[in-house]
């Protein structure tokens, strides 16, 4: 069984100063960066996911754009994979499951961005695919959402959608957790 790492939409825009600041995105990126780090030290397959806007009217991810690259601390090394997208799952219209499966990969562990979206619609899609997975709790960052009128911060719309995944969908811990069971 291979264990690969996907590593979710880890973009300039989502930080500071980028089109679409998230909360907690530079304490986040540390830890994929420990993820990979000992992806790398291992030799296993990872996979950049690399969300490029295509809709009309797009304000982040613009193509061509700084925003839009991977951010530095976790750029893609010679050989590991990087899957563009253009909706939230990462695998809708992507190579991403050709390449997991090429890899001989069952097992994925997963960190990135946006938790309540993309990151969201890719571990609930890569469960339904039969991949045992796990998401770190701290490599992920979000925002504050608005419903009704009502405004959910954004510790708020993390712990819940980490919740909601958890168990079903993903074993959730943190980044040292996740290093130390590999």
């Known amino acids: 069984m291979t264990t690969a790492l996907v590593l979710i939409d880890l973009q300039n825009d989502y930080f500071p100063g980028g089109a679409m600041e998230l909360v907690g995105s530079e304490e986040a990126v540390v830890q994929a960066q420990t993820l990979l780090a000992a992806f ?21 991810f613009i193509p061509g754009t700084k925003g839009a690259d ?3 601390a976790v ?6 994979g990087v899957v563009t997208k253009h ?5 809708r219209e992507t190579t991403l499951l050709e390449g997991l499966r090429g890899a001989g990969a069952t097992r994925l562990v997963v960190a990135g961005m946006m938790t ?3 990151v969201d619609t890719s571990v609930r899609a890569a469960a339904d695919l039969g991949f045992e997975c796990s998401l770190a709790q701290d490599g992920c960052a979000t925002r504050a959402l608005q419903f009704d009128g009502q405004q959910v911060d954004a ?3 993390q712990l819940a959608y980490l ?20």
């Open 40 to 60: 790398r030290a291992r030799g296993w397959p990872v996979f950049h996911i690399q969300h490029l806007a295509k809709r009309a009217g797009a304000t982040f």
């Open 70 to 72: 991977i951010h530095a």
């Open 75 to 80: 750029a893609p090394a010679a050989g590991e």
């Open 87 to 91: 909706f939230p799952s990462s695998f």
């Open 116 to 118: 309540h979206m993309c």
């Open 155 to 157: 510790a708020q719309v």
């Open 163 to 182: 919740a909601a995944l958890n168990g079903s969908f993903a074993k959730v811990q943190s980044a040292q957790a996740i290093v130390a069971g590999l």
